[in-house]
């Protein structure tokens, strides 16, 4: 098992930037896949950023170029460094951990990106 707590969300102007910060309650270093979701008012959840144990890293159409996702095995944390946000990618962010134990979620954190 692990607990995933987000930190990092909040308001900012289209066109800042925010980072996101997801800490694992133990190692991650054998956890196959981390990722970040979200999910805005009305909408499902969707992938935004993903990354394997090996560093493969994959994101959504929307925020590629904008967005970078990293991973900190000695620190047991995932990052999401977001750029030239837009009113678009407000919602709210989960960071996401899926091996072979199962598949795990974190609180969320609220990201409002004013226009």
């Known amino acids: 098992q692990v607990q995933l707590v987000e930190s990092g969300g909040g308001l900012v102007q289209a066109g800042g930037s925010l980072r996101l910060s997801c800490a694992a309650s133990r190692s991650i270093f054998r956890i196959n896949v981390m990722g970040w979701y979200r999910q805005a008012p009305g909408k499902q959840r969707e992938l935004v950023a993903m990354?394997?144990?090996?560093?493969?890293?994959n994101y959504a159409d929307s925020v590629k170029a904008r967005f970078t996702i990293s991973r900190n095995n000695a620190e047991n944390t995932v990052d999401l460094q977001m750029n030239s946000l837009k009113p678009e990618d407000t919602a709210v962010y989960y960071c996401?951990?899926?091996?072979?134990?199962?598949?795990?979620w974190g609180q969320g954190t609220q990201v409002t990106v004013s226009s």
């Open positions: 996401n951990a899926n091996w072979y134990l199962g598949n795990y």
């Open positions: 990354i394997t144990s090996d560093g493969s890293t």
